[in-house]
């Protein structure tokens, strides 16, 4: 069975750090790339952070309004990835995703965990 669990979200004040955990399980994780999307009330869906597979060296990307705030990392060996959110802004408020994706040319395959809320707010 297919599995991915957020873990780590909840109410931080403005300026304060939150660190999101993703366990993953039930798929090759080192071969998936990861991220973490968000997404507030009345707003689209939004990549926040993500990070290429074992075999792509694990380099990372992120949206413009959480560069140098939040840093993605995966654990290959544990198949978990996290999310270090510091500074954080009532504008982060949102529920956040672990997504897994996986593609070659003809084919792709995502997992979804169910997500986890952040509300930063003082």
């Known amino acids: 069975q297919v599995q991915l669990v957020e873990s780590g979200g909840g109410l931080v004040q403005p300026g304060g750090s939150l660190r999101l955990s993703c366990a993953a399980s039930?798929?090759?994780?080192?071969?998936?790339?990861m991220s973490w999307y968000r997404q507030a009330p009345g707003k689209e869906r939004e990549l926040v952070a993500a990070?290429?597979?074992?075999?792509?060296?694990?380099?990372?990307d992120y949206a413009d309004s959480v560069k140098g705030r939040f840093t993605i990392s995966r654990d290959n060996v544990e198949n978990k990835v996290y999310l270090q959110m510091n500074s954080l802004k009532p504008e982060d408020t949102a529920v956040y995703y672990c997504?897994?994706?996986?593609?070659?040319?003809?084919?792709?395959?995502?997992?979804w965990g169910q997500g986890t809320q952040v509300t930063v707010s003082s």
């Open positions: 997504n897994a994706h996986w593609a070659a040319v003809r084919w792709t395959n995502d997992y």
């Open positions: 990070i290429s597979n074992a075999n792509a060296g694990g380099s990372t």
């Open positions: 039930g798929f090759t994780f080192s071969t998936y790339a």
